[in-house]
């Protein structure tokens, strides 16, 4: 096999000067400054791990962004949990209303009115829609936690026979039921 003759070598001194360069300018700059092509350049960089400080700040700014989603998807979870537990709590409390009350009067006649306020039990579709608000939230809460949202969720695992046997149970579960992911009831 013969040596590619186009192909050049580069001192170590000349790399490390030009990957130096690549850090803080980049590949075109680095090229030009020491008359190597920028694709050998970048390749190097690639090679020794090496980014431009716009790379690594980029890096920095996604990752605070990152962790700043993270924040605000936890905010939001406490804030979800804090109504859903509202909504639970007003299942059993007095219902409390204004209502317009007409005193006297006949159909010829103008009667008065009053505003009144009335108390009263939810009714059951009233706490219906209050447990369907609550379980939505917590659904939500899961989502944003990474928590499982469905029957079928898994904890993430390391173990690859757990993971195998759970997904057989699944697989197993989907036939049964028609493909549908759900057990048949």
Known sequence: MTANPSRRAWSPEIRAAALATFRTEG?????????IPAGTVRSWARNDGVVTELESKATAAVA??????EQRKTALAD?????????LDLMREPYHEEKIVTLGGTP????SWEVAEVSRDATPGERKTM???AAI???KVQVLTGGATARFGMEPTKDPQVEETAM???????VY????GEAAS
Do not use: F, K, P, W
Request: proline residues 0%; without cysteine; hydrophobic residues 40%.
């Open 137 to 139: 939230a917590i659904d």
């Open 108 to 111: 010829t006649t103008q009667g």
């Open 168 to 174: 057989r149970i699944i697989r197993g579960l989907a």
């Open 64 to 69: 605070a962004a990152r962790l700043s989603l």
């Open 27 to 35: 590949a075109d700059a680095a090229s030009q400054a020491h008359g």
């Open 177 to 180: 039921d028609g493909g549908r």
């Open 131 to 133: 447990m369907t608000t």
């Open 79 to 87: 804030r979800l949990l804090v109504e859903a537990n509202r909504e």
